[in-house]
């Protein structure tokens, strides 16, 4: 037998173009756009590229452990960096699956925040009632997903303490947003709980523009922008993962510190 039979006799090798259009599913869904880590890799390197859905099992399985391991690296009391009113960005950038000029248009007067899910008090908020809170402000960055960051200056009701007047089980794994605009989103409750997330009401000393997410926006600078929903009307709390716009299509869910 001749070293060309044993060539055309050996397993086909794979070649990256033959692939590319799962690769290219492949890089959208990582965390930063960018690589998996050590441990994805050695997991898609057991992967057949040709099956579409051993490539998504493999990504769900890494992103789902990478949850877990930034679950047990948060601490309730490391604070995201503060900064200094006149290193606030200004402008600051908008931000959202649609362009500016598709924001919602919602009217305060008549605008209720809905509560569901583990609590004991579930009547609707009005932007009143949630103004009569104690309220908190802070100068925080919010860092995007596609690269770029921004400092902002945000005031309004910490979450903690929101969840505590309607009488929310604390205990439970999951607080759900939904959100005008049609975006959703959810925190693990540490996260929910953290000194600095908070139902943001205000963007300098001014009520909320429409562009950053009039009447309410949940601000949280321990997690990566897109876990901040704009035009919040829901807020629930339950023990069932309530997944997110983006999360749902592939980015890593807890995405904090």
Request: contains cysteine.
């Amino acid at each position: 037998m001749s070293d060309k039979d044993d060539v055309s006799r050996a397993p086909e090798k794979i070649r990256l173009a033959d692939h590319r259009t799962a690769l290219v599913k492949v890089e959208r869904r990582l965390v930063l756009r960018s690589a998996l880590s050590l441990g994805a890799l050695s997991m898609l390197a057991g992967c057949d590229l040709q099956d579409n859905d051993s490539v998504d099992k493999a990504l769900w399985a890494m992103s789902r452990w990478n949850d877990r391991v930034q679950a047990l690296l948060f601490r309730g009391d490391k604070l995201a960096p503060t900064y200094a009113a006149s290193q606030v960005t200004n402008p600051f950038p908008f931000n959202a699956f649609y362009d500016e000029f598709n924001a919602p248009d919602i009217d305060g007067a008549d605008w209720q925040l809905e509560v569901s899910g583990l609590v004991g008090d579930k009547r609707p908020w009005t932007l009143e009632r949630l103004r009569a809170l104690p309220q908190q402000g802070q100068i925080t960055r919010h860092i995007c997903i596609e690269g770029w960051s921004a400092i902002g200056q945000w005031s309004g009701v910490p979450l903690k303490r929101f969840l505590q007047a309607v009488g929310a089980d604390l205990s439970a794994k999951y607080v759900g947003f939904k959100c005008a605009d049609r975006y959703y989103s959810s925190l693990d409750m540490p996260s929910a709980l953290h000194p600095q997330t908070i139902l943001a009401l205000d963007f300098g000393k001014e009520p909320l523009p429409t562009s950053y997410g009039y009447p309410l926006k949940v601000r949280v600078p321990t997690k990566l922008g897109f876990k901040n929903p704009k035009h919040v009307v829901a807020i629930y709390v339950s023990n069932q993962n309530p997944g997110g716009y983006w999360e749902d299509q592939g980015y890593n869910w807890f995405s904090g510190i």
